[in-house]
T-cell receptor, first 113, second 114 residues
Framework: NAGVTQTPKFQVLKTGQSMTLQCAQD?????MYWYRQDPGMGLRLIYY???????DKGEVPNGYNVSRLNKREFSLRLESAAPSQTSVYFC????????????FGSGTRLTVV | QKEVEQDPGPLSVPEGAIVSLNCTYSNSAFQYFMWYRQYSRKGPELLMY????GNKEDGRFTAQVDKSSKYISLFIRDSQPSDSATYLC??????????????FGQGTILTVHP
């Protein structure tokens, strides 16, 4: 099925551990995004990549890094996880020329203990 | 103050009711307005899309945009239990640094009970 695929779906980390969230899309979209979703806060943009080879900070980038590996893949790395990073993480993609919004993945539920 | 404000609810209605969901915004550069529906433990999916002011209808759903008031609405007629979800408004400008990037509301949790 065409769309955005995120792995893993669930993860529990200990404080200080590192991990990488993977995202891949097969719609030939230029732009990709990482969001976190917390109760009462809505979706907050962490990082985005307008096109292959470029990345930019969003609203809440601290504690995260990203890599746009190629046009299909955009990964999010937590170098030293903190309990405040417990959240649901969504990857999304869009055609940079469209105004029709994003296609989202199904999310990664991360708990940091 | 957030750029986009949305009442988080929760909103509980009986089956068959008309539901009104609303967002206000402060950035006059926003020109594209969307509503996403998010079922529990799923990613958001695009439900409705409108450009500038006006109405758009799709089956039981109607989206309205009033740019003069910086106010958008989503109406659901004859609501069904399957409409139970979180509804997020989203909007973007036409160019510049906001190009391609959506700004989301907090989401409204809707429950339609039989």
């Amino acid at each position: 099925n065409a769309g955005v695929t995120q792995t893993p779906k669930f993860q529990v980390l200990k404080t200080g551990q590192s991990m990488t969230l993977q995202c891949a899309q097969d719609m030939n979209h230029n732009s990709m995004y990482w969001y976190r979703q917390d109760p009462g806060m809505g979706l907050r943009l962490i990082y985005y990549s307008a096109s292959e080879g470029t990345t930019d900070k969003g609203e809440v980038p601290n504690g995260y890094n990203v890599s746009r590996l190629n046009k299909r893949e955009f990964s999010l790395r937590l170098e030293s996880a903190a309990p405040s990073q417990t959240s649901v993480y969504f990857c999304a993609s869009s055609d940079a020329d469209t105004n029709y919004g994003y296609t989202f993945g199904s999310g990664t539920r991360l708990t940091v203990v | 103050q957030k750029e986009v404000e949305q009442d988080p609810g929760p909103l509980s209605v009986p089956e068959g009711a008309i539901v009104s969901l609303n967002c206000t915004y402060s950035n006059s550069a926003f020109q594209y307005f969307m509503w996403y529906r998010q079922y529990s433990r799923k990613g958001p999916e695009l439900l409705m899309y409108t450009y500038s002011s006006g109405n758009k209808e799709d089956g039981r759903f109607t989206a309205q945009v009033d740019k003069s008031s910086k106010y958008i609405s989503l109406f659901i007629r004859d609501s069904q239990p399957s409409d139970s979800a979180t509804y997020l408004c989203a909007m973007k400008g036409a160019g510049g640094t906001s190009y391609g990037k959506l700004t989301f509301g907090q989401g409204t949790i809707l429950t339609v009970h039989p």
